[in-house]
């Protein structure tokens, strides 16, 4: 190990355009959890942390992903956002119990329930999390940017 090393650490990983969209794209989905949250009186509540709101996404939304892959079927995102908000109400009703287990369980059951008998009707409601065309959004406006800013990468490619 070099002696800068020693001293310094491991030098901080550099920041790719990747990891800003994923920032943005995280304030926006938990922003908008939030929002809808305050306008129909459900969760999320202060029970469920930002983090776990963006952990919840993730993990609904890549099970829910792949198995439309294997119908060979495509859920649109707006039709995502509500079963995870469906899910976040199973994370408070659950709160108390071992969070994983439970929750895992549920969510495998409605994974296998949709394989075997496609999507639920009360899934295919289109539920946006915020307005794309908002411009007085400062993340939906880094938003555009980071887009802008990939398509121009692609392009020089």
């Given at each position: 190990?070099?002696?800068?090393?020693?001293?310094?650490?491991e030098?901080?990983?550099?920041?790719?355009?990747?990891?800003?969209?994923?920032?943005?794209?995280?304030?926006?989905?938990?922003?908008?959890?939030?929002?809808?949250?305050?306008?129909?009186?459900?969760?999320?509540?202060?029970?469920?942390?930002?983090?776990?709101?963006?952990?919840?996404?993730?993990?609904?939304?890549?099970?829910?992903?792949?198995?439309?892959?294997?119908?060979?079927?495509?859920?649109?995102?707006?039709?995502?956002?509500?079963?995870?908000?469906?899910?976040?109400?199973?994370?408070?009703?659950?709160?108390?119990?071992?969070?994983?287990?439970?929750?895992?369980?549920?969510?495998?059951y409605?994974?296998?329930?949709?394989?075997?008998?496609?999507?639920?009707?009360?899934?295919?409601?289109?539920?946006?999390?915020?307005?794309?065309?908002?411009p007085?959004?400062?993340e939906?406006?880094?938003?555009?940017?980071?887009q802008?800013?990939?398509?121009?990468?692609?392009?020089?490619?």
């Open positions: 190990m070099s002696l800068l090393k020693k001293l310094f650490g030098a901080p990983k550099q920041r790719t355009m990747l990891d800003d969209v994923q920032e943005v794209s995280n304030k926006l989905i938990v922003k908008g959890y939030r929002r809808i949250a305050a306008q129909l009186g459900c969760a999320p509540t202060a029970k469920t942390t930002d983090q776990k709101i963006v952990e919840i996404y993730s993990r609904v939304g890549t099970a829910f992903q792949q198995a439309a892959e294997q119908r060979g079927e495509h859920i649109p995102a707006l039709y995502l956002n509500t079963i995870v908000l469906k899910f976040i109400k199973v994370h408070e009703m659950f709160y108390e119990s071992p969070f994983p287990q439970r929750f895992q369980e549920h969510l495998q409605e994974v296998n329930k949709y394989l075997a008998e496609g999507l639920r009707p009360d899934y295919k409601q289109e539920l946006p999390l915020f307005d794309p065309d908002d007085n959004d400062p939906v406006k880094r938003l555009k940017e980071l802008r800013l990939t398509r121009e990468k692609l392009s020089q490619r």
